[in-house]
């Protein structure tokens, strides 16, 4: 079968596909197309001249290797797959369905003859344990849904028509998300489609491993937290309007849920940071969706609140350049987006609908972006509004903007 290629994360994993060194981790939300990703690496390393034999590719959700739960069986297994000489390269795929997975892939890694690859669920990956005992001998690369030029990049690699209308193209992006997989389906079975993610979710990475024993809670605060993406939060708020909507929660159970919520990659927090003392300030902050079909699958009210919706298009392609997001505080304005990459290189971001409402509109996005005394890009970016520059500050369109894969 032939694979989309994600040229944008293949660039990042292409300098480390020989390293024997170092477990390549590739995380990234249930459906993000991990697995599709680990195969186009596969076919990458054979393409360069690695004879097929040397390639041991094991899923362990399918067929024939899912009796495989224990670490000896997994250590024969690939003992049993990868009897040829020279150096091999080992993919598993879902290898969270292994207990002990760790001793056995760090043995073979200490052998220095194989490059290893592995994916899995979230929680149990993100969860430390695979950080405390494979401490620095692992590299993550996160896998995030489809940014906007990705997204038409498959629809023409799957045969679909493309809109000339960039802006009519990504408003279906907003309304429909990035899962690579829901490009096939279309109307009400592309969100059955989603909703059966966030489920698949639940049952595969939440419920028995978490040890959910208030299922119908739970289920309250995931509601709760994807409905109101991009609003400022803190656990005190959250508490109140669940108690208002006859859901009493104690406070470190909303805090549990919320970062089981986290290590699944559902929702991604992103924190306040004031750029005058340069550090982070405690308690509100905001969540982002990993990808916009979330919401949408699980409303009836399909209409778009283009405010949150652009700002979380603009956090999830901002962290899949690598950048890390918070929100900026410069006395009492507020920029949208910090982006930071490096601890050397930084962009300022505010987004919005339109700035060619009012003059008081134009003037609030401008404002805070203007009080931040730095040389470092600042940012403007609406859905489709006449080009203006500022004081240096670059006003962009967010459709051309990604649609070309630029970078801030």
């Known amino acids: ?69 224990s670490a000896d069986q997994l250590d024969a297994l690939i003992e049993q797959t990868c009897a040829v000489n020279g150096k091999k390269y080992l993919f598993i795929d879902e ?36 950080i405390t005992k494979l401490t620095g001998r692992y590299l993550e690369f996160e896998l995030y849904t489809l940014s906007f030029d990705e997204y038409l990049g498959m629809k023409q690699f799957i045969g679909k028509d493309i809109s000339s209308d960039l802006v009519s193209e990504f408003d279906a992006y907003l309304s429909e998300g990035g899962f690579p997989k829901a490009l096939l389906y279309e109307g009400a079975d592309k969100q059955t489609y989603i909703h059966g993610i966030i489920h698949e979710i639940f049952q595969k990475d939440i419920k028995n491993r978490m040890a959910i024993r208030k299922v119908s809670v739970f289920e309250t605060v995931q509601r709760y937290i ?3 993406f991009g609003s400022t939060m803190s656990l005190s708020n959250i508490m109140v309007d669940l108690q208002k909507n006859g859901c009493p929660i104690q406070r470190e159970t909303l805090d549990r849920y919320i970062k089981i919520l986290v290590d699944a990659k559902i929702i991604y927090p992103c924190r306040r940071f ?86 008081e509109t134009e003037e609030r996005e401008y404002r805070a972006l203007e009080a931040i005394r730095d040389n470092y890009p600042k940012y403007v970016m609406t859905r489709n509004d006449l080009i203006q520059h500022r004081n240096g500050i670059k006003h962009v369109n967010i459709a051309s903007f990604m649609a070309s894969n630029t970078s801030f």
């Open 226 to 228: 994807i409905n109101n």
């Open 95 to 130: 290898i969270q369905n292994v207990s002990g997975f760790e001793e056995v892939i760090n043995g073979f890694r200490e052998e220095e003859e194989y490059s290893i690859f592995i994916t899995g669920s979230n929680s149990y990956l993100l969860s430390g344990e695979l």
């Open 274 to 359: 004031d750029l005058k003392s340069r550090k982070s300030i405690a308690g509100e902050q905001k969540y982002y969706l990993a990808d916009l079909g979330f919401y949408f699958a699980m409303n009836t009210d399909k209409r778009i609140n283009y405010g949150p919706a652009l700002e979380n298009i603009v956090y999830i392609y901002a962290k899949s350049k690598g950048y890390s997001v918070s929100i900026g505080r410069i006395g009492k304005l507020e920029c949208d987006f910090i982006l930071e990459k490096d601890k050397t290189d930084y962009a300022y971001v505010q987004v919005a609908m339109t700035i060619m409402s009012s003059i």
């Open 1 to 69: 079968m032939k694979l989309y290629k994600r040229e944008n994360y293949l660039q990042k994993v292409r300098g480390f596909y020989h390293d024997t060194g170092l477990i390549k981790v590739i995380t990234g939300v249930r459906r993000c197309g991990k697995s599709c990703f680990m195969q186009t690496i596969a076919e990458e390393i054979q393409e360069s001249g690695v004879p097929a034999e040397n390639i041991i590719y094991i899923n362990l959700d399918k067929r024939g290797f899912r009796n495989i739960k």
